[in-house]
């Protein structure tokens, strides 16, 4: 199994954040290599949490990346973020496939990520990074990287400490901050600063998440920030979760 990639020097753009970045995307890509070459019985939660960090990754770069050049008007960044967009939807794809309990064989969907990231890495930033550059060069400072997210959904309660409960839909699910859709409207009793737990529905035993509203959008549902960084063992139960209820 070809499971070799490597980050030279023909890929560096000259933009130290940027290339810093896909460095690191080559590292996560190579820990799943890695894995593949171990026999998968015994490392599929290692896989599966690797490729959870490599995917709530490439959306953290992909913010930055994006923002540099929104900064510095890039005139084609509209075709530049539906490349991007077509690989998180891939990695998403698969993501779902080697999570999925009932398929017996994940390694080969971590293989097919692998290949597909080997080749979209390498292709991406020679031609379409390489063109846009120019306009990642200029004043990278003060943008932030975004708090990484992970496409996938769960249902959860969210206790509020009025000892009022709801349960809602998560999306967007970063490891600061939350959305929790809910069918409108929103219930009035709902307001910003309010203080709740979240627990995972199915995962009674889970250790409820600390969070505070800080956004209510009555059409839509609340934002929430979390008191603690989500840690990957709660993105796991949340993927499996998504397995659960489809
Ligand atoms: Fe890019």
Not at 150 to 164: A, D, P, Q, T, Y
Not at 196 to 215: N, S
Request: charge should be neutral.
């Amino acid at each position: 199994m070809g499971t070799r990639i490597d980050f030279n020097n023909n890929l560096r753009l000259g933009v130290d954040p940027i290339d810093n970045q896909h460095e690191q995307l080559f590292r996560l890509a190579i820990g799943i290599g890695i894995h593949l070459n171990n026999d998968l019985k015994d490392c599929r939660s290692e896989i599966e949490s690797s490729v959870l960090e490599l995917e709530s990754y490439i959306s953290e770069h992909f913010g930055f990346e994006e923002a540099i050049m929104k900064k510095n008007g890039n005139p084609n960044l509209a075709s530049h973020i539906m490349a991007h967009q077509r690989l998180t939807t891939s990695c998403a794809h698969l993501r779902k496939k080697i999570f999925d309990p009932s398929n017996q064989a994940p390694s080969e969907q971590a293989f097919e990520l692998f290949e597909v990231l080997k080749n979209w890495l390498c292709d991406h930033i020679m031609k379409i990074d390489r063109i846009a550059s120019s306009y990642m060069r200029q004043k990278p400072d003060g943008i932030k990287p975004r708090s990484p997210r992970i496409s996938l959904e769960g249902r959860v309660l969210v206790e509020f400490s009025n000892k009022r409960g709801i349960t809602g839909c998560l999306r967007n699910i970063g490891f600061n901050s939350l959305f929790l859709e809910l069918p409108p409207p929103a219930p009035e009793w709902i307001v910003d600063s309010d203080e709740g737990l979240i627990h995972l529905i199915p995962f009674a035993d889970k250790k409820p998440i600390p969070c505070q509203v800080i956004r209510v959008e009555p059409e839509k549902g609340i934002a929430l920030i979390l008191k603690d960084k989500l840690d990957m063992p709660f993105i796991t139960a949340l993927v499996r979760m998504e397995h659960r209820q489809s």
